[in-house]
């Protein structure tokens, strides 16, 4: 379900007054970022909304004509476990991790590298922008090694194992937006189906991006799941293992905040989690004061004893395909 009017940021853009103090508040952002490299991942329940496709895509837009460099990694999960289920066949999942054999493979590489990845590329140009689709097979991107879940061996499913930005660093130079797709393959050229927000966290590491932005169907990182108003709108990555700990993450935001510091980690200067439903949210995120995700950076430096007393309830992300 899309938030709530209530639970948007208070922009009223009624006047050319309004809408010309919004632009002057963008001013310094472009500043700070112009010739910055913002990898975006777009993904899940929200890839199937028309309407919110072409807000994102807006957004790239916007990126690119103010001088960031904008790189779109998306899944398509529910597309591929739609297409199986048209196919009748059987979809497993292990631990929420997709379980891939030959003919899954076959699938998620249609849907990804074709279908999702074309649509995408396709909406990017009649916006007026120039775009390439590319899978992490392309160039060599991506090598993975086969993923062994508590030793359970999850078929064609891949992990990051090195990757080599020099095709995406072309792109960009030739002022293209590279919009990728997370299939990458092992030395010996066999493709793996990957989890694209590890490819997104990857990716942004190699680039050392500017800023991560992961594109969700929550308003963030809650601290009660049923109350809009308990974001978290800064988190130290040292605090989030033991906000795991005490309960505060659980579910499918585990892997999600995990991401989050992992790209902080390997020097992504800071990561956010967008609720994506809203109209325009990384504009918001990016060139407002307010913002209106969860922000992870080096920067933030916090007490871990705020969040300690009471112990909130869990803030969760869906989990219907993971990609």
Do not use: W
């Not at 929420?96 to 140009?125: F, I, P, W, Y």
């Not at 062994?148 to 130079?173: C, H, T, W, Y």
């Not at 988190?235 to 005490?246: F, H, K, T």
């Amino acid at each position: 379900m899309p938030p709530t009017n209530a639970n948007l940021p208070d922009i009223n853009l009624a006047t050319p007054m309004a809408k010309a103090a919004v632009l002057i508040e963008m001013l310094p952002y472009i500043r700070k970022f112009a010739g910055k490299t913002v990898v975006v991942k777009y993904g899940g329940s929200i890839l199937a909304d028309l309407s919110l496709r072409e807000n994102i895509l807006q957004d790239l837009v916007l990126m690119k004509l103010v001088g960031i460099q904008p790189i779109l990694v998306h899944g398509g999960g529910p597309d591929i476990n739609a297409m199986l289920t048209k196919l009748q066949k059987e979809i497993l999942f292990v631990q929420g991790c997709r379980v891939t054999d030959q003919e899954t493979l076959g699938v998620a590489e249609m849907v990804l590298s074709g279908k999702v990845n074309k649509t995408l590329v396709a909406g990017l140009h009649k916006l007026g922008a120039k775009a390439v689709g590319i899978s992490g097979q392309d160039g060599g991107m991506i090598t993975v090694r086969r993923r062994r879940l508590n030793g359970v061996d999850m078929g064609f499913e891949g992990d990051v194992e090195n990757i080599d930005a020099g095709l995406v660093k072309s792109l960009m130079k030739e002022g293209f937006i590279p919009v990728v797709s997370p299939i990458g393959m092992d030395a010996d050229g066999q493709a793996y189906n990957m989890n694209a927000d590890a490819v997104a966290v990857a990716l942004a590491a190699e680039l050392q991006a500017e800023k991560l932005l992961y594109l969700t169907d929550v308003q963030g990182v809650l601290t009660d799941v049923m109350n809009p108003k308990s974001r978290i709108s800064k988190l130290a990555p040292d605090n989030v293992e033991a906000l795991v700990e005490m309960g505060i993450i659980t579910g499918g935001m585990i892997p999600k905040v995990r991401y989050c510091a992992e790209a902080v980690e390997k020097g992504v200067t800071s990561v956010h989690i967008l609720d994506g439903r809203v109209p325009h949210a990384m504009l918001l995120e990016i060139f407002t004061e307010q913002g209106i995700g969860t922000m992870i950076a080096r920067s933030i430096k916090q007490d871990i004893s705020e969040f300690q007393s009471p112990i909130p309830k869990v803030s969760t992300v869906s989990t219907k395909g993971v990609a």
